[in-house]
């Protein structure tokens, strides 16, 4: 893309508030939100999670003015971006109403609103406009301070890097770490090789199971087990009267013999 920015004004326009607010600058929506975590963890001394959070911060702001240089910035770099225009009112309007929350979403008061669900019975949150323009630098100043040192580390670094740039100058940069990064960190070849292996190891083994023991020796086998001993025992089955009585004398000898022995 490239050269948006006078093409597409309220577009950019509308993007930039949206960048702001993701990326934590004040008093946009994203600040309040991202200070409210990093004060959590501050405030719990978990110190690998608010740097992770600043980090996160940094990585943030960092690809979203990446994207503002690149697209609507420099010059355009291709037939549709030379020929591209602002989009139809029906579009542009609800961009206006949500660039506009993103700007006062922070500090218009959501906090007297819905901290109540979740304040003690009959604990009080009402903050003043003021007070809740200012709430974050009062109540944790060392994490809104970092928050927005994580904001300039991230935009000078894009500003560096793509302020004038006509190509990405990172895969250079970054040398054999962009190979990985193009390639997911070989995520899914890693993922492949060890997670859906196992997998299909286990549903095999499952398998096989099934078919050979269970169906097979357990199913199968008491099946056919069933089957001969009843053949064996239709063949005693003649309908001739006269093996019957036969049997039936055998079987009166038999029980004499074992009583009177």
Known sequence: MGGLRKKMPVTFWTFLCGTLALAGVVPFSGFYSKDAILAVAAERHDYGRFVLGVLVAILTTFYMFRLVFVVFGTQSKSDAAGHAHESPPVMLFPLRILAVLSLVGGFIGLENIFGKQFAPAGAERTMTFVQQLVAPFAQAPFAACLGLLAVFLGFAAAYVLYR???EDPLPAKLGVVSGWMRNRFYFDEIY???FIRAHDSLAA???WIDKWIIAGLGVRGTHG???LVGRMLRQFQT????TYAFLFALGVAFVLYFVLK
């Open 164 to 166: 004038n740039a006509s």
């Open 192 to 194: 492949e090789a060890v």
């Open 239 to 242: 309908g001739n009267l006269q």
């Open 205 to 207: 083994t499952a398998a």
């Open 225 to 227: 087990t069933t089957e």
